[in-house]
């Protein structure tokens, strides 16, 4: 047996009643857990064991993947189904996670920046271009896609006032180097990739830019994040299409 807290990330219906869930946990990274009967009405593990659903979770190992013995609901974030825009970004955000994370690696600081983008989402009033691109840096970064932020790439260059973000090799430039195909930026904007990127992970979302430089940033994360996953995300593509 064992015990741990975590956030259902991932759902999927096997036969008539069962569901087989896919949780992020500090100790243990991604777990795959069996729900017996999730699907009928009574089932008392059904709220808990929901999706985004963060939970006291007990599990035993079976032959192919835990068990859910036992589960009492932290928080369920209701409040996402409120909003279907907002609905789908934690959707994307948890298939990032889902893409990122690895099994049987301790994951507190990933799942630290879910439950933060998730609480944002549900009580906030916060850019959702903030919330999205600090996400998807942060969990990149996690994931081993940490760009080369520190200084221009070919002379070490910290700053100019002008920067280049190259997207497919995730490093930047100073505007004495900019290279074809690097995408131009304010200096502020390389800064706030360094911010979310190196920062605790529970100040990612406190920076502001300007409405065009939240828009070059949300660009920006958002071709590094698909530079890096190389496979087409359903949960992206609904996401953009429903705003």
Same mark, same amino acid.
Do not use: H, W
């Given at each position: 047996?064992?015990? *741990?807290?975590?956030?259902?990330?991932?759902?999927?219906?096997?036969? &008539?009643? #069962?569901?087989?869930?896919?949780?992020? =946990?500090?100790?243990?990274?991604?777990?795959?857990?069996?729900?017996?009967?999730?699907?009928?009405?009574?089932?008392?593990?059904? %709220?808990?064991?929901? $999706?985004?659903?963060?939970?006291?979770? =007990?599990?035993?190992?079976?032959?192919?993947?835990?068990?859910v013995d036992n589960a009492s609901p932290v928080e369920v974030f209701f409040d996402l189904r409120k909003d279907i825009e907002r609905l789908a970004i934690a959707q994307y955000f948890a298939q990032l996670a889902y893409e990122l994370g690895e099994e049987e690696q301790p994951s507190a600081e990933m799942l630290s920046v879910l439950l933060n983008s998730l609480h $944002? $989402?549900?009580?906030? %009033?916060? #850019?959702?271009?903030?919330?999205?691109?600090?996400?998807?840096?942060?969990?990149?970064?996690?994931?081993?896609?940490?760009?080369?932020? $520190?200084?221009?790439?070919?002379? /070490?260059?910290?700053?100019?006032?002008?920067?280049?973000? #190259?997207?497919? #090799?995730?490093?930047?430039?100073? &505007?004495?180097?900019?290279?074809?195909?690097? +995408?131009?930026?304010?200096?502020?904007?390389? =800064?706030?990739?360094?911010?979310?990127?190196? *920062?605790?992970?529970?100040? +990612?979302? %406190?920076? /502001?830019? %300007?409405?065009?430089?939240?828009? !070059?940033?949300?660009?920006?994360?958002?071709?590094?994040? !698909? /530079?890096?996953?190389?496979?087409?995300?359903?949960?992206?593509?609904?996401?953009?299409?429903?705003?």
């Open positions: 047996m064992t015990s *741990t807290k975590g956030l259902v990330i991932r759902e999927q219906t096997i036969g &008539e009643s #069962d569901r087989l869930v896919t949780l992020l =946990t500090a100790d243990y990274g991604l777990v795959r857990a069996f729900v017996r009967g999730a699907k009928q009405m009574k089932n008392r593990l059904a %709220s808990s064991t929901s $999706l985004f659903a963060y939970s006291d979770f =007990t599990l035993y190992r079976g032959r192919d993947a835990f068990v $944002l $989402l549900c009580n906030s %009033s916060k #850019d959702m271009r903030v919330i999205k691109s600090a996400v998807e840096f942060r969990l990149l970064s996690l994931g081993g896609y940490m760009p080369n932020i $520190l200084a221009c790439a070919n002379c /070490s260059t910290y700053e100019t006032d002008m920067m280049f973000f #190259d997207t497919l #090799d995730g490093c930047i430039y100073c &505007e004495n180097c900019g290279k074809v195909g690097a +995408i131009p930026c304010p200096k502020n904007v390389i =800064t706030a990739i360094r911010f979310i990127c190196l *920062t605790e992970p529970k100040k +990612i979302f %406190s920076f /502001s830019l %300007s409405e065009n430089n939240l828009d !070059l940033l949300s660009d920006i994360s958002e071709k590094y994040l !698909l /530079s890096r996953i190389q496979k087409k995300l359903p949960t992206l593509e609904f996401y953009k299409g429903i705003r």
